[in-house]
């Protein structure tokens, strides 16, 4: 067997072909290293990130779940698994793999369970992935983004971002009910007195048959912001006139 400064040289001989962009080789450099020297922790990070740039979210995946079992508190390197992890759940977003999207984020928040960041953006792609349960689980992902939050209005205005977007995709596609899922999620969850939900609740309200509801939001809308236009219009379009 080769003894341990065999699996430096190896490992250095890797991380030169990595900075060179040069993954394909650099992989298995890694891997003789790791056979000479089991506990090269970096050795998994510089492999995930190949995987990564690869697009292998799963291989990337299983190799930071390897270094972590190797040492949780070595926060170096959990720095570095976090960049990852954060990289391949927004790229895992970007391409709409909203199932790998959660399991990074995921990993992400078993790592470092303090930063709100990552509950926000586990938050998003459960709303993204949109299955049975993912709504009630986004939702407490928001509000323990909340509790652990230095900037509440801020993160508060993400999630509002995050909730409406999904709201108007799901109209894009007619499913008005899902939409109003949203709405009702922030208003219910995060602030009751949002004109824009309640006008757009009063809207989706109108056109599934609901005009109770509709002008229930349509009047708190008014009485939250009386100037406010489509507020107005919408009160008209339901009740008659209004006169500002």
């Known amino acids: 067997m080769l003894s341990a400064p065999q699996g430096k040289k190896y490992f250095n001989e890797a991380v030169t072909l990595f900075n060179n962009s040069d993954c394909e080789k650099a992989v298995p450099k890694f891997a003789d290293a790791m056979r000479q020297e089991p506990g090269l922790q970096e050795a998994y990070v510089y492999m995930a990130d190949c995987a990564l740039k690869k697009g292998d979210y799963q291989e990337a995946l299983r190799l930071v779940k390897q270094c972590i079992s190797l040492d949780a508190r070595n926060t170096k390197i959990n720095g570095r698994l976090k960049t990852i992890l954060n990289d391949g759940g927004q790229r895992a977003l970007a391409t709409h793999d909203n199932e790998s999207a959660v399991l990074f984020f995921k990993e992400a928040v078993a790592l470092d369970q303090v930063d709100s960041r990552f509950h926000l953006l586990l938050g998003k792609s459960l709303l993204a992935r949109g299955e049975k349960g993912d709504m009630k689980a986004a939702l407490s992902e928001f509000k323990t983004a909340l509790?652990?939050?230095?900037?509440?209005?801020?993160?508060?205005?993400?999630?509002?971002?995050?909730?409406?977007?999904?709201?108007?995709?799901?109209?894009?596609?007619?499913?008005?009910?899902?939409?109003?899922?949203?709405?009702?999620?922030?208003?219910?969850?995060?602030?009751?007195?949002?004109?824009?939900?309640?006008?757009?609740?009063?809207?989706?309200?109108?056109?599934?048959?609901?005009?109770?509801?509709?002008?229930?939001?349509?009047?708190?809308?008014?009485?939250?912001?009386?100037?406010?236009?489509?507020?107005?219009?919408?009160?008209?379009?339901?009740?008659?006139?209004?006169?500002?």
Not at 175 to 200: G, H, K, Q, W
Request: hydrophobic share 35%.
């Open 147 to 244: 509790n652990k939050s230095s900037q509440d209005a801020q993160d508060t205005e993400v999630i509002r971002n995050i909730l409406f977007q999904r709201a108007k995709e799901y109209s894009v596609k007619g499913d008005l009910y899902a939409a109003s899922r949203c709405y009702l999620a922030y208003t219910e969850n995060f602030n009751p007195n949002d004109v824009e939900a309640c006008i757009a609740l009063g809207n989706i309200f109108s056109k599934t048959g609901n005009p109770v509801g509709a002008l229930y939001y349509a009047q708190k809308a008014h009485a939250i912001d009386p100037k406010n236009k489509a507020a107005m219009e919408l009160l008209n379009d339901l009740n008659g006139p209004i006169h500002p």
